[in-house]
C-alpha cells in the first residue's frame, strides 16, 4: 500500500490569493492524480501529474489557474491560484499502484477542505 | 457516455442493521470496480476492488457483487456499527490495455448509522 501526507488539511483564504497544497507519497509512483470534490458530487479529475514532464490537465481546468509541480518520484503540488470562492471545496491528491509498477489500487490523501472567502 | 450512479443518494439504519448500498454504470470498455469508504475530512480508502471475472468479494463486514452483464454492483454491509457511517463510492476503472484507465466516480451514497 501506498501512505500519502497531503497539506495543509484543511485552510480558509481570501480571494485573489494562492493556496499550495502538498502531496507526499511514502514509495515512489510513477503518477500522480489531483482531484476536485464539491459538496455532493463526485471527485472530479483536475490532472495528472508525471515526473518530469508537464502535467495534463483535464477539459475545464487550465494549468495558469491549476499549476502542478512534480519534482520526484515521491512528491507533487497543486496551486490554486487567484481564488472566488467558486474554488471552495476539497482537493485531493491520489496515486494508482505502488512502485512504479502500475496496478489496479488507488490510494488517495487526506485531502485539503479550501474555503475562500 | 461513461457514467456511474449511485443510489441511494443517503440512507439512515440504525446500529447492527444490514444495508445494501447500489452501483451502476456504463464505463466501457470495462476493467475493474471499486467501492471506497471516504469519512468526512478524509480521504477515500479502498475497500474491494472487482475485476470483470469475480462476482463477489468480502472485505469483513462489507461484501460486494459484481454483474458485469447487467453493469450493476452492489455493496452489502453487515451487522453495521457507529463507524460506518461514511460515503461510500463506486468507482469504475476503464481498460486502456497497459496504460492506466482513466476512473470514472459514482457521487456516493452517505450513510449513517444511528445507535
Known amino acids: 500500500s501506498a501512505v500519502i501526507s497531503q497539506k495543509p488539511s484543511r485552510d480558509i483564504c481570501q480571494r485573489g490569493t494562492s493556496l499550495t497544497i502538498q502531496c507526499q507519497v511514502d514509495?515512489?509512483?510513477?503518477?500522480m492524480f489531483w482531484y476536485r470534490q464539491q459538496p455532493g458530487q463526485s471527485l472530479t479529475l483536475i490532472a495528472t501529474a508525471n515526473q518530469g514532464s508537464e502535467a495534463t490537465y483535464e477539459s475545464g481546468f487550465v494549468i495558469d489557474k491549476f499549476p502542478i509541480s512534480r519534482p520526484n518520484l515521491t512528491f507533487s503540488t497543486l496551486t490554486v491560484s487567484n481564488m472566488s470562492p467558486e474554488d471552495s471545496s476539497i482537493y485531493l491528491c491520489?496515486?494508482?499502484?505502488?512502485?512504479?509498477?502500475?496496478?489496479?489500487?488507488?490510494?488517495f490523501g487526506q485531502g485539503t477542505r479550501l474555503t475562500v472567502v | 457516455k461513461n457514467q456511474v450512479e449511485q443510489s441511494p443518494q443517503s440512507l439512515i439504519i440504525l446500529e447492527g442493521k444490514n444495508c445494501t448500498l447500489q452501483c451502476n454504470y456504463t464505463v466501457s470498455p470495462f476493467s475493474n470496480l471499486r467501492w471506497y469508504k471516504q469519512d468526512t475530512g478524509r480521504g477515500p480508502v479502498s475497500l474491494t476492488i472487482?475485476?470483470?471475472?469475480?462476482n463477489t468479494k468480502s472485505n469483513g463486514r462489507y461484501t460486494a457483487t459484481l454483474d458485469a452483464d447487467t453493469k450493476q454492483s452492489s455493496l452489502h454491509i453487515t451487522a453495521s456499527q457507529l463507524s460506518d457511517s461514511a460515503s461510500y463510492i463506486c468507482v469504475v476503472s476503464e481498460y486502456r490495455g497497459s496504460t492506466l484507465g482513466r476512473l470514472y466516480f459514482g457521487r456516493g451514497t452517505q450513510l449513517t448509522v444511528w445507535p
Open positions: 514509495s515512489q509512483v510513477t503518477m
Open positions: 472487482m475485476t470483470f471475472s469475480e
Open positions: 491520489s496515486v494508482e499502484g505502488t512502485g512504479l509498477i502500475l496496478n489496479t489500487e488507488a490510494f
